[in-house]
């Protein structure tokens, strides 16, 4: 299933993550990083999801220690690509942009100072997006991909993902970069989708979501805190905002997975654990009826409906972090 968490869990994770990206001028002057150990500054990033988006924190890591070393193993691991610019005064310096950004920055893909760009030019073969100059390592489903620029206002990002997009920009539900619409604003899902902890009314116009146990305004899943309505509340037909429930491997999920159930998804582990059964479809990417499954650790070998661990691709039919050192 595509990444459903792209607003904001790839967002945050790109800077030490699957496809981080840095400029050499976000350092600026600062410390004397000669013995700093840059990626142990993956608990500022895993302190920033808690902060602005603990549900997704829990869906994808478990809680901020498995974060923690989830991202440190990624990190690690591009770090050490042939022209990565993730640099030890540039993660310095994205983990100061991320004390001062805003978790709105955070989920509209505006956090410049965590944009990474290496040494590698647009079409050179690279293993992860800090390679490249451009900030964007485009895999499709291979272990080699190749620098490509970020899209512009109204290019196409197929992945699905915000590390498509030049910042300030995110990938719509349309597949396209686009601009995100604030609280009030006019929005529509596909050209100006709403941020999460907001979403877009039947009046075209970004509302805040509430809290669980309130009247819900509309429909739709704030993946920053887990909680859902599944439609407006009316006299007729009263709905109240709800918290997702969890499952473990082997039990129900989904949106609708009936028996009585909530909407539950896969945790700890990841959202995208939650495999679609035959009498079940995607809203949202997400399916309505799923079994959980196992997530596959790095090595493991997988298929495109694998869920390999976070910060891993299934790559060559194999769960692996995106690294330059398998392109050289």
Same mark, same amino acid.
């Given at each position: 299933?595509?990444?459903?968490?792209? $607003? +904001?869990?790839?967002?945050?994770? +790109?800077?030490?993550?699957?496809?981080?990206?840095? *400029?050499?001028?976000?350092?600026?002057?600062?410390?004397?990083?000669?013995?700093?150990?840059?990626?142990?500054?993956?608990?500022?990033?895993?302190?920033?999801?808690?902060?602005?988006?603990?549900?997704?924190?829990? +869906?994808?890591?478990?809680?901020?220690?498995?974060?923690?070393?989830?991202?440190?193993? %990624?990190?690690?691991?591009?770090?050490?690509?042939?022209?990565?610019?993730?640099?030890?005064?540039?993660?310095?310096?994205?983990?100061?942009?991320?004390?001062?950004?805003?978790?709105?920055?955070?989920? +509209?893909?505006?956090?410049? &100072?965590? %944009?990474?760009?290496?040494?590698?030019?647009?079409?050179? #073969?690279?293993?992860?997006?800090?390679?490249?100059?451009?900030?964007?390592?485009?895999?499709?489903?291979?272990?080699?991909?190749?620098? #490509?620029?970020?899209?512009?206002?109204?290019?196409?990002?197929?992945?699905?993902?915000?590390?498509?997009?030049?910042?300030?920009?995110?990938?719509?539900?349309?597949?396209?970069?686009?601009?995100?619409?604030?609280?009030?604003?006019?929005?529509?899902?596909?050209?100006?989708?709403?941020?999460? &902890?907001?979403?877009?009314?039947?009046?075209?116009?970004?509302?805040? #979501?509430?809290? %669980?146990?309130?009247?819900?305004?509309?429909?739709?899943?704030?993946?920053?805190?887990?909680?859902?309505?599944?439609?407006? *509340?009316?006299?007729?037909?009263?709905?109240?905002?709800?918290?997702?429930?969890?499952?473990?491997?082997?039990?129900?999920?989904?949106?609708?997975?009936?028996?009585?159930? !909530?909407?539950? $998804?896969?945790?700890?582990?990841?959202?995208?654990?939650?495999?679609?059964?035959?009498?079940?479809?995607?809203?949202?990417?997400?399916?309505?009826?799923? $079994?959980?499954?196992?997530?596959?650790?790095?090595?493991?070998?997988?298929?495109?409906?694998?869920?390999?661990?976070?910060?891993?691709?299934?790559?060559?039919?194999?769960?692996?972090? !995106?690294?330059?050192?398998?392109?050289?």
């Amino acid at each position: 299933m595509r990444n459903i968490t792209c $607003l +904001a869990l790839v967002a945050l994770a +790109a800077a030490c993550g699957s496809s981080a990206t840095s *400029s050499p001028d976000a350092a600026g002057p600062g410390p004397d990083t000669k013995q700093v150990q840059p990626c142990d500054r993956a608990v500022a990033l895993c302190a920033k999801l808690e902060a602005c988006a603990p549900f997704l924190l829990a +869906a994808a890591y478990g809680d901020v220690t498995g974060c923690t070393d989830r991202l440190l193993k %990624v990190c690690t691991a591009q770090s050490q690509s042939d022209g990565s610019g993730m640099t030890p005064a540039n993660i310095l310096a994205c983990e100061a942009a991320l004390a001062t950004a805003t978790c709105n920055d955070v989920f +509209a893909n505006n956090v410049s &100072g965590c %944009v990474f760009h290496g040494t590698y030019a647009d079409g050179a #073969t690279c293993g992860d997006s800090s390679q490249c100059a451009s900030g964007f390592c485009s895999h499709g489903g291979i272990l080699c991909g190749v620098c #490509t620029a970020k899209g512009a206002a109204g290019a196409a990002c197929p992945s699905g993902s915000n590390d498509e997009c030049q910042t300030g920009l995110v990938c719509s539900s349309g597949n396209v970069c686009v601009a995100p619409a604030a609280v009030g604003a006019a929005c529509d899902d596909t050209t100006a989708p709403c941020l999460i &902890g907001s979403f877009c009314t039947s009046a075209k116009t970004c509302a805040l #979501t509430v809290p %669980v146990g309130q009247e819900c305004p509309g429909f739709y899943i704030n993946l920053g805190d887990g909680t859902l309505c599944l439609g407006k *509340s009316t006299a007729a037909s009263p709905q109240l905002a709800a918290k997702f429930g969890t499952a473990g491997k082997g039990e129900i999920c989904g949106l609708a997975p009936g028996n009585g159930l !909530p909407a539950t $998804l896969c945790a700890p582990g990841s959202v995208a654990a939650c495999t679609q059964t035959a009498d079940g479809i995607l809203l949202f990417n997400i399916p309505t009826k799923g $079994l959980c499954a196992a997530l596959r650790d790095d090595g493991y070998t997988c298929t495109a409906s694998s869920a390999c661990m976070a910060g891993a691709q299934c790559i060559a039919g194999t769960c692996q972090i !995106p690294s330059g050192r398998y392109c050289m």
